[in-house]
T-cell receptor, first 118, second 115 residues
Framework: AQSVTQLGSHVSVSEGALVLLRCNYSSSVPPYLFWYVQYPNQGLQLLLKYTSAATLVKGINGFEAEFKKSETSFHLTKPSAHMSDAAEYFCAVSAVRSLIQGAQKLVFGQGTRLTINP | GAVVSQHPSRVICKSGTSVKIECRSLDFQATTMFWYRQFPKQSLMLMATSNEGSKATYEQGVEKDKFLINHASLTLSTLTVTSAHPEDSSFYIC???????????FGPGTRLLVL
């Protein structure tokens, strides 16, 4: 079974400051990890994903995340926040499965709302 | 690539009527699609897994006769909310699973309001 905990339902940073959104996961099997972003009244957009290759993953819009197995973490960072980064961010985990096994369900965290102060 | 569309984006209907929501993967084939429901300021709740050519698998507590799912082709899944009631008002989001990369790509969502 898998679970995801996002620490902090609301994070507020100043424009130009570092963004750090925390995600810890629990998984009994090797995980795939994802960060999605949701803007108001829209679906989810994939920011980045970890699929057992490089532990430091770079995504779109300047975001990156580092998979740390020893800490069971997959925190999302961006060096300099932009006003357009204001949105809801979801961390999600799924189990590694073979193509024969097919699609695996995603387990989502509760989300973190990021606010950018001018 | 990996674009998923949903139609309609918003729908308002009267209580007791049925509403169909379409989910399409535009540039890849998706054997599996997922349907989620999202309440305001909350995370996504998985309702069901839709597999092409077979019956959908519903999560515990989701009424299969209430939320009919049809995955008739590798690019289209539909969710029909039957005999809708005000408590069915919500934001419904679908995703399509792309086996290359083992990633779910999400549609833009459908806002349903039942009066």
């Amino acid at each position: 079974a898998q679970s995801v905990t996002q620490l902090g339902s609301h994070v507020s940073v100043s424009e130009g400051a570092l963004v750090l959104l925390r995600c810890n996961y629990s998984s009994s099997v090797p995980p795939y990890l994802f960060w999605y972003v949701q803007y108001p009244n829209q679906g989810l957009q994939l920011l980045l994903k970890y699929t057992s290759a490089a532990t430091l993953v770079k995504g779109i819009n300047g975001f990156e995340a580092e998979f740390k197995k020893s800490e069971t973490s997959f925190h999302l960072t961006k060096p300099s926040a932009h006003m357009s980064d204001a949105a809801e961010y979801f961390c999600a985990v799924s189990a590694v499965r073979s193509l024969i096994q097919g699609a695996q369900k995603l387990v989502f965290g509760q989300g973190t709302r990021l606010t950018i102060n001018p | 690539g990996a674009v998923v569309s949903q139609h309609p984006s918003r729908v308002i209907c009267k209580s007791g009527t049925s509403v169909k929501i379409e989910c399409r993967s535009l540039d890849f084939q998706a054997t599996t699609m997922f349907w989620y429901r999202q309440f305001p300021k909350q995370s996504l709740m998985l309702m069901a897994t839709s597999n092409e050519g077979s019956k959908a698998t519903y999560e515990q507590g989701v009424e299969k006769d209430k939320f009919l799912i049809n995955h008739a082709s590798l690019t289209l899944s539909t969710l029909t909310v039957t005999s809708a009631h005000p408590e069915d008002s919500s934001f419904y989001i679908c995703s399509a699973f792309r086996s290359e990369g083992q990633t779910q790509y999400f549609g833009p969502g459908t806002r349903l309001l039942v009066l």
